[in-house]
Every structure is written in C-alpha cells, then in structure tokens.
T-cell receptor, first 115, second 116 residues
Framework: AAGVIQSPRHLIKEKRETATLKCYPI?????VYWYQQGPGQDPQFLIS???????DKGSIPDRFSAQQFSDYHSELNMSSLELGDSALYFC??????????????FGPGTRLTVL | AQKVTQAQTEISVVEKEDVTLDCVYE???????LFWYKQPPSGELVFLIR??????QNEISGRYSWNFQKSTSSFNFTITASQVVDSAVYFC?????????????FGTGTRLKVLA
C-alpha cells in the first residue's frame, strides 16, 4: 500500500538559511499535518491543511509557513533557521478531514540538522 | 485542557515476557479518539490502533492487546511474549472531536527494550 512520502529524508543547513520540506500524502487523502519531533521528545503539532485550506494551527514559529497544493501535496517552508530547529519533521495524512475522527498515517520524516 | 501521560519513561524486559505500557489521558470532550503508535529505531511512526470514546471493548491483535477504561481515563497497551523486534518507543495519543481541532496530543512516549 502506498504511504506518505517525504522529501528530502535528510537535510543539513546553516543557521539563518532557508529550508523547504515536501510531503506527498497517501492517494485520496485530503488532509495533511506537520509535526516536529525534537531529540528524545514527543511529536508536536505544527499545522494542518484540509482541501488546501489551513484547518488547525499549533505551536508553529512565525518563521515557518506551509501550504497545500491542488494535488494535495504540502510544503513546509522554514526561514532564518536556528539551531533549535534541528529535529525530525513528520508529515501525516488522513482522509475526509473530519475533526479528530481520522487516523493520521505518518511519513518517514525529514531529519533537519541546523549547524 | 487535553493531556496524555505516559509515566513509564523506559521499560526493559527479557524476551518472551509480557509487558504493559500505561497511558492516562485528560480531556473535557465526551467524544475523543485514542491512538497508539510505535516508533522503531529507524524513526518512522507506525500506527497500531485507534479507539473512540464510545467503544470500551478491549481489543486483541496477535500479541498486542489494549485495555480502555473510561472510568480511570486509561488506555493501556500489553505486549504478550515480547520479542526483540518490539524494541521501540511507543506513543499514546489523543485527538478530540472538536470542530477545528485536528491535532494529536502525544504522550512523552515509553521506550521499550526487549533483551534477548
């Protein structure tokens, strides 16, 4: 079965640089979610999109922005990177976008290292 | 406010032992969903189970079983006859059925080490 695809899988950036993470949801899934997982921590919700509209927002820094495109893939843009942004970034997808009713299937994650 | 507590930070067992991972949650919603995910050393998050707040039936899937008790706000996970491949971090998560709320609230995870 097709899974969530994230690219790149690993990314190394310098402080103050910009990074773009991409997420391709499972076919026919219309909702994507982004989470950030710091070392030894639990995943923290950043933002979600349903049918290309932002549906919920968590503790996402103002330096980060995201969008969902017409083909349902999503991109997370991160600017002015800081050392503390080093983390594993997960994208998840679900179908129908119903609040709290859908199982989120997670991608393999993008490991971002900021030097 | 919603919260998930996994009090066990790390558990070590010897292969073939049974082990129970605890999860306690807090929510003001009457409709909510609970999940368990497995994060092996490779890092991905693997979905294991979803349970809604109206279904208190316990569930068994192979060596895995889950015990949901609303009276104690707990959703515990038991692995029977553990195997080395069960070594991972296990996360319990809560999602509320409030319109506009889509996020999962994760517990801090329990690292399970199964020793050969």
């Amino acid at each position: 079965a097709a899974g969530v695809i994230q690219s790149p899988r690993h990314l190394i950036k310098e402080k103050r640089e910009t990074a773009t993470l991409k997420c391709y949801p499972i076919p026919r899934h219309d909702t994507v979610y982004w989470y950030q997982q710091g070392p030894g921590q639990d995943p923290q919700f950043l933002i979600s999109f349903y049918e290309k509209m932002q549906s919920d927002k968590g503790s996402i820094p103002d330096r980060f922005s995201a969008q969902q495109f017409s083909d349902y893939h999503s991109e997370l843009n991160m600017s002015s990177l800081e050392l503390g942004d080093s983390a594993l970034y997960f994208c998840a997808s679900s179908r129908s976008g119903g609040a709290g009713t859908d199982t989120q299937y997670f991608g393999p994650g993008t490991r971002l290292t900021v030097l | 406010a919603q919260k998930v507590t996994q009090a066990q930070t790390e558990i070590s067992v010897v292969e073939k032992e049974d082990v129970t991972l605890d999860c306690v949650y807090e929510t003001r919603d009457t409709t909510y969903y609970l999940f368990w995910y497995k994060q092996p050393p490779s890092g991905e998050l693997v979905f294991l189970i979803r349970r809604n707040s109206f279904d208190e039936q316990n569930e068994i899937s192979g060596r895995y079983s889950w015990n949901f008790q609303k009276s104690t706000s707990s959703f515990n996970f038991t692995i029977t006859a553990s195997q080395v491949v069960d070594s991972a971090v296990y996360f319990c998560a809560l999602s509320e059925a409030t319109p506009g709320t889509y996020k999962y609230i994760f517990g801090t995870g329990t690292r399970l080490k199964v020793l050969a």
